[in-house]
């Protein structure tokens, strides 16, 4: 069996991966190996199956007899990490959550549904490090990557609208936190219906921009608010999670004239799951019908959404997908600039098609091409 190391699977990203591959009894067909570094020596996770206790993740010589490794341990792990297992000799495969390699040369963004004819060529030619990508970029191909492979997309904008779950458990935390703040702040009036609206709305706001609001994560109220801003600022005055959304979708498509792709991404007070806005310009007028099945047909996850109040109020909402692989899109219509520009809104869950599962899948490719 091959043997596979796994660092960072006690995180949030890392927790899902887990539940995934039980679900899909992953552990069945590999020899695995849990590293840690800071609870070394101690009982590993409940896997259903006998595994040795935790190993250190700093070990090169313990990391080195691995197959393959799977981090979801962060970019300051890969940065330390990963040279020194390759400057040792290491020839395994690398599969990895974080950005850091993402960009590299010999580095693929996996996503299989996707692009799977990319990672098959790659895997051809020797390439050995699989990296997963951007959260929102993998959602929106989830969606749309159909309308990219038949190359009817000229340039696309997207408005995203992201969970407080993109950022890390401490803000998921953090944005319960300021929810409380503001109902307990507000519960006499709450508890008084006669109470008027615009007394209720300014005792919100005092708590909102108090000095004992907990923003130590966000750095601003998100719950009954939100943030314009995500990531470092890029020269271009883009933030760096949209110039995202052009680099790592160019690469992960591999395509031979890159396609514009911008817009503004936005955190938003839902705990998990990103909603997109899609404004899309067509290489020509293409029916609705036709773009619906195009969409429908790119893979099994994705679902249409009848374009009315009550189908997407019903499905195509954080609190409906959460938890679930399904991809609904939805919203789908022309523009009225004209029969080429199309709009669309879609959601998913982030921490499992933009995080665990294309790590899972792409693991359980290597192990299937391995044998």
Request: charged share 25%.
């Amino acid at each position: 069996m091959l043997k596979v190391g796994f660092i960072g699977w006690r995180g949030m990203v890392g927790s899902v991966l887990m539940d995934r591959m039980k679900a899909e009894n992953d552990f069945r067909d590999i020899e695995p190996l849990f590293a840690s570094t800071s609870q070394v020596g101690q009982k590993g996770p409940d896997i259903g199956k006998n595994i040795p206790v935790l190993q250190d993740a700093l070990d090169v010589k313990t990391l080195s007899a691995m197959d393959i490794i799977l981090t979801c341990q962060g970019s300051d792990y890969t940065k330390e990490i990963y040279p020194q297992l390759r400057n040792a000799g290491w020839k395994g495969y690398w599969i990895d959550a974080a950005s850091r390699l993402r960009m590299e040369k010999d580095s693929v963004i996996i996503l299989d549904p996707v692009n799977r004819d990319v990672i098959d060529k790659s895997l051809s030619s020797g390439i050995k490090n699989y990296i997963g990508g951007n959260c929102t970029v993998s959602l929106m191909l989830m969606a749309v990557g159909g309308l990219f492979k038949h190359e009817y997309i000229e340039w696309l904008s997207t408005m995203t609208y992201q969970a407080a779950s993109g950022a890390g458990a401490k803000n998921m935390r953090e944005l319960i936190l300021q929810m409380s703040s503001i109902g307990n702040a507000a519960k006499d009036l709450l508890d008084k219906p006669s109470s008027a609206i615009l007394e209720l709305d300014k005792r919100v706001l005092e708590i909102m921009n108090s000095s004992s609001f907990p923003v130590e994560q966000f750095g601003a109220p998100l719950a009954g608010s939100l943030i314009p801003w995500i990531d470092a600022k890029m020269e271009t005055g883009q933030s760096r999670e949209e110039w995202k959304g052009y680099a790592e979708t160019n690469k992960i498509l591999q395509t031979k004239k890159q396609i514009p792709i911008d817009g503004i991404c936005v955190r938003i007070g839902t705990m998990r799951c990103h909603s997109q806005a899609l404004t899309i310009k067509l290489r020509k007028n293409i029916s609705i019908d036709k773009i619906q099945k195009i969409i429908q047909e790119s893979n099994q996850w994705v679902k249409v959404i009848s374009n009315d109040k009550e189908n997407s109020s019903k499905y195509l909402t954080p609190s409906a997908v959460s938890g679930k692989l399904t991809v609904p899109v939805g919203r789908i219509r022309k523009l009225n600039m004209g029969p080429e520009y199309l709009t669309l809104f879609t959601v998913g869950d982030q921490l499992l098609w933009g995080a665990a599962e294309p790590l899972r899948r792409m693991l359980r490719i290597l192990v299937d091409y391995m044998k």
